[in-house]
């Protein structure tokens, strides 16, 4: 059984940073793209970020220069290092594998002074 498990949220100030973590099992990760969604109060979820394997990197512009994703195949993590966050950024983040409909509960990541 696929799940994917995501941590790391919180209250941040704006300016600050945060480091997501999701971790997968049930899946051989390392064959797998996986990716970053997130969903403020009131809107659809949008994409974020992507990361092909151990290749192309890709981000939404509302991110880009800003977050970074990255992953551990040996811990079958995926990470998003969010800086420079501003109060748009608000939302639960989920992550994903690339071509499996699985989501995990999210994290909540609230940035507010």
């Known amino acids: 059984q696929v799940q994917l498990v995501e941590s790391g949220g919180g209250l941040v100030y704006p300016g600050g940073s945060l480091r997501l973590s999701c971790v997968v099992s049930?899946?051989?990760?390392?064959?797998?793209?996986v990716e970053w969604y997130r969903q403020a109060p009131g809107n659809e979820r949008q994409w974020v970020a992507t990361k092909i394997r151990e290749g192309t990197t890709s981000y939404a512009d509302s991110v880009k220069g800003r977050f970074t994703i990255a992953r551990d195949n040996a811990k079958n993590t995926v990470f998003l290092q969010m800086n420079a966050l501003k109060p748009v950024d608000t939302a639960v983040y989920y992550c994903k594998l690339r071509d499996m409909n699985f989501w995990g509960r999210g994290t909540l990541v609230t940035v507010s002074s």
């Open positions: 049930g899946v051989e990760f390392s064959m797998h793209g």
